[in-house]
């Protein structure tokens, strides 16, 4: 399994951050398919052949976009510990980041890719 990139965007759409691990071209629109949305969990993936494209958005509408290989599972809690372990630490309880402007903590961008590395769906690369 594979996690390409993350994009974290606001309530208006502004993104405040984007990380990348795998740099791949997500072509393969050729067969697609949407997972049924639950709003009370804010969960929402998008799969062609090639990749999958994960959503998670909080209740505070900030929307966490992560895009892996077609097979990763696990996503959906890594997603949530992003959510809580990262963001939530370093961005919401830092005085010093203001909420509607692009990330710029070197913390938050360690912290990230520590727990993005440290996942499963990270570990189990393909070589």
Not at 35 to 62: A, M, Q, W
Not at 99 to 105: F, G, M, N, V
């Amino acid at each position: 399994m594979t996690i390409y990139n993350l994009y974290i965007f606001d309530r208006d759409g502004q993104m405040l951050h984007y990380a990348e691990w795998v740099r791949k071209k997500q072509s393969g629109m050729s067969r697609s398919q949407v997972s049924p949305v639950d709003l009370r969990e804010g969960y929402l993936t998008y799969c062609t052949n090639k990749y999958r494209l994960h959503l998670f958005e909080t209740p505070s509408r900030i929307k966490f976009v992560l895009n892996t290989d077609a097979v990763a599972t696990g996503i959906k809690e890594l997603l949530h510990q992003i959510y809580t372990q990262v963001y939530v630490e370093y961005v919401v309880f830092n005085p010093m980041c203001p909420l509607s402007k692009p990330i710029e903590s070197e913390l938050f961008a360690a912290r990230l890719d520590e727990v993005v590395r440290q996942s499963p769906a990270y570990a189990s690369r393909p070589a």
